[in-house]
């Protein structure tokens, strides 16, 4: 380990004037964090050990350093990396240098080796909310630079997001209620941080599975990024970050007539009248419908909402069960409405057009993911050597051409079901009874299908075996389903 830092050399030393020039634009930041400590409130500073962050914690340190006592830093070993703990090693190792408060969190259960990006991030800001909780601050504090928000970016590129999607990581964002997520480095190139840390000889922690292009984003910034920079004489990286700053842009102005529509015709509780709207183009409507959902605290996805629209565009009624618990109906007047059911009525049924990658999130938190890869030799060879878990996380082979919807709906009575490795069907009932799966877990469990009404996969069942995955599959399916009460996106 190395010795502690220096106090008096990190305070004294010279930031380079580029690298303060980017910090300098992030005053407003800078303001949400003062006034919380002038007000003698604590901050949490999430710190994984890595450069951005470690560079994040000296920094705040270096301003604030009279208010260090209300410096709090988290840190949340996943355990999924055999030299894990020496990142919780090393930043517990600054914090008693700093003389800061330190708080370590772990999973409650080992985490499966496939976790998901998601999945890991639900573990890290649960154990950060309860801290935060247990502190009484609102601000969560985050390394993320402008090299994260150009890979952010080009990866929701990818999935089809909108403008709010794209537009994300922002300076300040509100999560859930209270929390407000700030990114002082979110205008900050990652090289310019490498080199401050290395002037000032400050070491840190590197991930070692950064290098592998097994992960998509570590793809896009290790073979992606590299081949459009040498295809592109022009800084890249500065038009890329143009981009995001210009949607970021977009989407205020976005929610600044939304807003105005919405004071001009405030939603009514349980209601909302989208004809009051109609002069509203679809961007400002698909935000008004957002908001609404919010209020009812239930989550609509964008699919749904496009489905709104064209309901609301050709004056016909529609409904649609979107959660074990609620009901929304559009009437031809356009009134949107949300109604309970009763956990025994007509089965949950959600359908949805499959995009490359999707997300469907269910009110008790649950949320099942889905994307199409195309297949490669090494993810096959993982697949057929049985190295992912089949509870949370399954890959099945699927003609691309031919899947357009997904179905997913509760267990019915009489379901059949050819799981992997078994010559024919049985009953969904039995294959319940054969994991062990407790009688009120199927109930909730989803059931999904393809467009042809062949059962694909349930949670904690083997895949199809119709559909098992082959050398000679050419696309692949992944789904996974994520038993948590929310996911936060950052």
């Known amino acids: 380990m190395n010795e502690p830092l220096n106090q008096n050399l990190l305070l004294a030393y010279p930031l380079p004037d580029k690298l303060q020039t980017a910090l300098d634009h992030a005053h407003t930041v800078q303001a949400e964090i003062k006034s919380s400590l002038d007000d003698d409130k604590p901050i949490a500073i999430a710190c994984s050990g890595g450069a951005d962050s470690v560079f994040l914690l000296c920094w705040l340190f270096r301003l604030y350093y009279n208010k260090s ?5 988290v840190h949340f070993n996943h355990g999924i990396r055999s030299d894990s703990a020496l990142d919780a090693e090393y930043v517990e190792h600054i914090c008693k240098g700093l003389r800061l408060t330190f708080h370590l969190g772990s999973p409650d259960t080992p985490l499966p080796k496939e976790a998901n990006e998601a999945q890991l991030r639900e573990h890290r800001h649960g154990f950060f909310r309860k801290i935060m909780e247990q502190i009484g601050t609102h ?29 994300a990581p922002r300076e300040v964002q509100i999560m859930g209620e209270t929390i407000k997520h700030v990114r002082p480095l979110i205008k900050v190139r990652k090289s310019l941080i490498i080199q401050a840390l290395e002037a000032m000889h400050i070491p840190w922690r590197e991930d070692s599975t950064n290098q592998s292009s097994e992960y998509t984003r570590n793809a896009i910034r290790n073979q ?23 949607l970021q842009e977009a989407h205020e102005a976005l929610e600044h007539f939304k807003k105005q529509a919405l004071d001009n015709y405030p939603i009514e509780k349980g209601n909302l009248h989208l004809n009051s709207y109609t002069n509203s183009p679809d961007a400002i409507l698909r935000r008004i419908i957002h908001t609404w959902a919010s209020l009812q605290e239930i989550e609509l996805p964008d699919n749904v909402i496009s489905v709104i629209l064209e309901k609301l565009r050709t004056q016909s009624a529609w409904e649609r069960q979107i959660s074990t618990q609620y009901q929304i109906k559009l009437s031809e007047k356009g009134l949107l409405s949300l ?46 050597s049985g190295e992912f878990s089949h509870t949370e996380s399954v890959y099945i082979s699927i003609e691309e051409t031919k899947l357009s919807y997904l179905t997913i709906r509760r267990w019915q009575p009489g379901d059949q079901y050819q799981p992997l490795g078994m010559r024919g069907s049985k009953k969904l009932q039995d294959c319940f009874t054969d994991q062990k799966i407790p009688s009120n877990k199927r109930k909730q469990l989803p059931v999904i299908f393809n467009d042809a009404g062949e059962i694909l996969w349930v949670p904690g069942l083997l895949p199809s075996e119709r559909h098992k995955v082959t050398t000679a599959t050419k696309w692949l399916l992944q789904l996974t389903y994520l038993p948590f009460s929310h996911s936060l996106k950052c």
């Open 139 to 167: 601000l969560l504090i985050t390394g993320h630079h402008q090299d994260d928000a150009i890979e952010t970016l080009i990866l929701r590129l990818g999935r089809g997001s909108g403008i709010e999607g794209l537009s």
């Open 339 to 384: 109604h309970s059911i009763s956990q025994c009525e007509t089965p949950i049924t959600f359908e949805f057009k499959a995009p490359e990658t999707s997300s469907l999130y269910f009110p008790d938190g649950c949320c099942l993911e889905y994307r199409l890869i195309p297949a490669n030799t090494n993810l096959i060879k993982k697949v057929l």
């Open 69 to 73: 006592d209300l410096l709090h830093v």
């Open 224 to 246: 992606l990024l590299p081949l459009w920079e040498s295809l592109n004489p022009q800084d890249l990286q500065a038009n890329l970050s143009n981009t995001h700053a210009l």
